[in-house]
């Protein structure tokens, strides 16, 4: 049968599985619904589908995971009772944050409500110690104290803590030895120093970031402890069982168990993963993807085939001052809920019908209209074809939720209803691509639109023409691409260290030294994790900022520095500083920052397929004909079987496009071509 990696990428509703035979490179998927009171046994559920087609447990030789597990504990606030110890006369850093409210649209919103703390003011204690900005310790740790202010937070029933104290970055000890205290006083609480999870300056993002992580790791530890002995119990013994991370890399079952706020993003970054291969695979190189599932829309901007990156982001407004694919979320998905407000308007979402009970074309007990709903009742999905046949759809039940909640309310035809409610959902889809693109002066018209998720293809085309973008881009197999994605990734570790220091005052060998030891600690943890040398890539970059500045630049630092290169460091932060704000200073001091090393562990690539035309007709690929709303009324329209569209196919849309993992709609005035790898690739006109 051969050898076979899996991976698996938990939604809110289905649990998404791609397997490829790697001395074939074939590829088959699978959708299941989620478990959400347990992500683990859709998990095995899938993974014991590939065995009962004669796959040997011990042949599965990869595993990767996209996991929501940390996400939605941080989302729902259902971590850990969490404490925290901060440096003495420094307990109200987590509580002021960004003063009254952070930078941005958030300054302007009168209804704008700070996040809930994770850890409240009671649960905080003080650490009687202080290091100087240079890492010079003015005063010794108090252990006596230390020890009380501890057993007061346990007998509180606090199960983990943050500690994040002064200048850490430069002088861990305080820190290291405080774990060891707690682990004295009792070995069960889980402990997240902030020298070992961001060691940067910035005390409250600091802070914060060490915070989330204390408030989702043991939640994330027990979780993949739990996943990691049920796999072993069906016989996948591999040592390559991975998790994604939200920098687009992913890291072993053991490092994220450590490191669970790097995880925040997991799911996501699986589908911009593939979506630059995407680029490469199709020649676009300007893309925005569109990822809707069930619950949530996840966007993000490609430009000349790389994804943006950010070393600092938010996450339902909290701060996570960690590398991270820039990914802009909203609430809306197949299960968004619609409903007529006590003013008599048309209202949609942020609520989810969720897994359960779900949209009511599930027939799970849910009552209340949802997006897929009303995709139902346009005639946009199949009543039996969903996941190939595997599920069928309740029309009535659709049909009777828009009618009683939205249609009559309103004095509406269910078809009208059902329209307008797509209609507001789409809006709120291309206001959350507005905010990646051309809020940053980006031109859409330069890009073209990735569609993927199970919802995606359904929305993407509509949205594409109203914004007047390029095209679409479908691919092969949209509804699973952000496992696809999964397959795609190299393992990637990213370590900091902020060290200040004046560009024209510091030396070449100085910047070696600092990269020298982060590169040993890069080293030793790829050589744990199974890498040869030649499997691995370190790249380096500085933090860097005209002096006073309160922001810095990320700039490629080269891989040997010498005094030469170290001039060069200053031309590219003011040429890139030029490019990114429209002016730059040549005559003032350069400061570095913070020192980056990303490591990276190169998994062997999977060969994606390239086809050659079978000689199919475009007409054997009509499944059969229904009944679609477009442009106001039903129109008969052909539906295509996508696995029947070959190289080189062509039509014109109104067209449905059915798959086991998707539907794809082609509205009137969209051309559609197949092109070698099977992307639908959809533009606005005629056939020629």
Do not use: W
């Not at 990320?554 to 490019?579: M, N, W, Y």
Request: hydrophobic letters at 40%; one cysteine or more.
């Amino acid at each position: 049968m051969g050898h076979y990696r899996v991976t698996v990428d938990t939604g809110g509703t289905f649990s998404d599985f791609v397997y490829i035979n790697e001395d074939t490179d074939e590829v088959s998927v699978a959708k299941i619904p989620s478990t959400p009171d347990d992500p683990s046994r859709a998990i095995l559920n899938g993974v014991q589908l590939l065995i009962d087609q004669g796959v040997r447990a011990e042949d599965i030789r990869y595993f990767c995971h996209g996991t929501t597990v940390g996400t939605n504990a941080l989302l729902e606030g259902k971590g850990v009772r969490t404490g925290l110890l901060v440096t003495e006369g420094f307990r109200g850093i987590y509580e002021v944050a960004e003063q009254s409210r952070p930078h941005g649209a958030a300054i302007f919103d009168i209804f704008y409500d700070r996040p809930a703390q994770l850890v409240s003011a009671s649960a905080t204690a003080e650490a009687h110690e202080r290091v100087a900005f240079d890492g010079e310790i003015l005063k010794a740790l108090d252990e006596t104290a230390l020890r009380l202010s501890v057993r007061e937070l346990i007998a509180d029933g606090i199960q983990s803590i943050a500690v994040c104290l002064l200048f850490s970055f430069l002088m861990p000890d305080h820190e290291r030895r405080i774990r060891e205290i707690i682990a004295e006083e009792d070995p069960s609480i889980s402990v997240s120093l902030s020298s070992d999870i961001v060691p940067q300056i910035r005390e409250y993002y600091r802070l914060s970031t060490t915070v989330i992580n204390a408030y989702l790791q043991p939640i994330l530890a027990r979780y993949i402890a739990n996943l990691d002995a049920r796999l072993l119990e069906v016989g996948i013994k591999t040592p390559q069982k991975y998790i994604m991370q939200s920098n687009g890399g992913m890291a072993t079952f053991g490092a994220t168990a450590k490191k669970a706020v790097a995880t925040v993003l997991s799911g996501p970054a699986g589908g911009i993963t593939a979506s630059v291969q995407a680029c490469r695979m199709t020649g676009f190189q300007n893309l925005i993807t569109f990822d809707m599932g069930g619950t949530s829309c996840d966007v993000a901007l490609i430009k000349d085939g790389e994804p943006s990156v950010s070393t600092r982001g938010k996450v339902e407004g909290r701060d996570v001052a960690l590398p991270m694919i820039d990914i802009n979320t909203v609430s809306a998905g197949g299960g968004t809920l619609a409903r007529v407000d006590r003013f008599g308007a048309l209202d949609v979402g942020p609520q989810s019908a969720g897994a359960m009970p779900g949209p009511a074309c599930y027939g799970r007990g849910g009552t209340q209209p949802t997006i897929t709903d009303c995709n139902l009742a346009l005639g946009y999905l199949s009543e039996g074809n969903f996941l190939g046949g595997k599920m069928r759809l309740d029309r009535a039940a659709s049909e009777k939720a828009l009618q009683d909640n939205i249609a009559g309310p309103l004095k509406s035809d269910i078809h009208h209803a059902a329209d307008g409610i797509v209609r507001i959902i789409n809006v709120k889809m291309q206001e959350a691509i507005k905010a990646i693109s051309t809020m940053r002066g980006h031109d859409l018209r330069d890009f073209m639109l990735l569609a993927f998720g199970g919802a995606g293809p359904l929305h993407a085309c509509a949205i594409a023409d109203e914004l007047g973008m390029a095209g679409v881009v479908v691919p092969l197999f949209p509804g699973v691409y952000s496992a696809m994605g999964l397959i795609m990734s190299d393992v990637k570790h990213d370590y900091i260290q902020s060290r200040l220091g004046n560009l024209d005052k510091i030396s070449a060998s100085q910047v070696e030294s600092v990269f020298a030891e982060l590169e040993r600690q890069a080293r030793h943890d790829l050589d744990e994790e199974g890498f040869r040398r030649d499997q691995t890539v370190l790249e380096r970059s500085l933090d860097m900022r005209y002096a006073g500045q309160g922001y810095e630049m990320s700039i490629v630092c080269p891989a040997k520095l010498d005094d030469t290169g170290l001039k060069g460091l200053r031309a590219a932060f003011d040429e890139q500083h030029k490019k990114t704000f429209g002016h730059h200073a040549a005559g003032e001091p350069i400061e570095i920052v913070s020192y980056r090393l990303r490591a990276i562990g190169q998994v062997p690539p999977v060969k994606m397929q390239k086809f050659s035309p079978s000689g199919l007709k475009i007409a054997d690929a009509v499944r059969e004909r229904r009944s679609a709303f477009f442009n106001g009324k039903m129109i008969e329209t052909p539906v295509y079987q996508r696995d029947r569209l070959d190289v080189g196919h062509e039509f014109q849309g109104p067209a449905i496009i059915d798959q086991l993992d998707c539907t794809t709609i082609i509205p009137p005035g969209q051309k559609v071509r197949v092109d070698s790898y099977k992307n639908m690739i959809v533009t606005k006109g005629a056939l020629s």
